[in-house]
């Protein structure tokens, strides 16, 4: 096969692995009101609805930095920390359908843009945070990698919030 060939059988995979835990983690809501949707079933703070918002709008964040950089991660001052609380959980006027929706839209984004980029080695500079090595560059791949498994991670804590809510599985 040549290197096109490979390049294509590469975003086809990373591409079909993100599906499959997209899939899981919307499985996971099915049938599910607002309400339930926005209840907390656990000791965690988290709910299923703000999973799905979460993944969103970490997934849109990811994406937009493959292309713009480090300041499509936004600013981390005290405004920043709040609203990072909120896309954890579901507030007044949001619905599931509306988030479901709106992580359909970013998915579609996210597909559109790794079957154009012209390079999964380009790299961008990470952004500066005590969580990020300095100075560390992230190929378009890796930050792939990176939502693939914070993808994974979330569907799998939505899972366990499932159960505990209504004892319904996804995974098990």
Known sequence: MNTTGNVAA???DLLQSLARHR???RYTVRDLTDEQAAQRATASE???GGLIKHVALTERQWISFILDGPSAMGSWDEASVADWADAFRMLAGET???L???YERVARRTDEVVAALPDLEATQPLP???WFEQG???SARRVLLHVIAETAQHAGH???IRESLDGAKSMG
């Open 158 to 160: 939505a899972d366990i």
């Open 46 to 48: 988290l709910c299923l």
């Open 100 to 102: 479901l929706a709106e």
């Open 128 to 130: 500066d945070a005590p």
């Open 96 to 98: 599931l359908s509306g």
């Open 23 to 25: 899939y899981f983690l």
């Open 136 to 138: 560390a560059r992230w």
């Open 10 to 12: 590469e975003r086809g």
